[in-house]
């Protein structure tokens, strides 16, 4: 059984950053293609970027060009590092597989707001 746990979200203004962090643990020797996705409030969940285990990225119209994704040394580990957050970037942010394989995590909540 494969654990995902994210962590870095919080309460930021518009215009600045987060870094999200994913750690996979239980049976998983390395992790390969993930993705991180998000649900804002009342709406349905949606993948804001993926990434392969070749590290090719791709990302969503709406966070290209802000939003970065990569994956840790270790290769157990998926960060989101998020700059120039607008308050429509709120939302509950998961990480997965980009084919949503695993059980999801709890997620961790990104608000942005004055």
């Known amino acids: 059984q494969v654990q995902l746990v994210e962590s870095g979200g919080g309460l930021v203004q518009p215009g600045g950053s987060l870094r999200l962090s994913c750690a996979a643990s239980?049976?998983?020797?390395?992790?390969?293609?993930m993705a991180w996705f998000r649900q804002p409030p009342g709406k349905q969940r949606e993948l804001v970027a993926s990434?392969?285990?070749?590290?090719?990225?791709s990302y969503a119209d709406s966070v290209k060009g802000r939003f970065t994704i990569s994956i840790g040394n270790d290769k157990k580990s998926v960060y989101l590092q998020m700059n120039s957050l607008k308050p429509e970037d709120t939302a509950v942010y998961y990480c997965?597989?980009?084919?949503?394989?695993?059980?999801w995590g709890q997620g961790t909540q990104v608000t942005v707001s004055f």
């Open positions: 997965n597989s980009p084919q949503a394989l695993y059980p």
């Open positions: 239980g049976a998983l020797v390395r992790i390969y293609n």
């Open positions: 990434i392969t285990q070749a590290s090719s990225t």
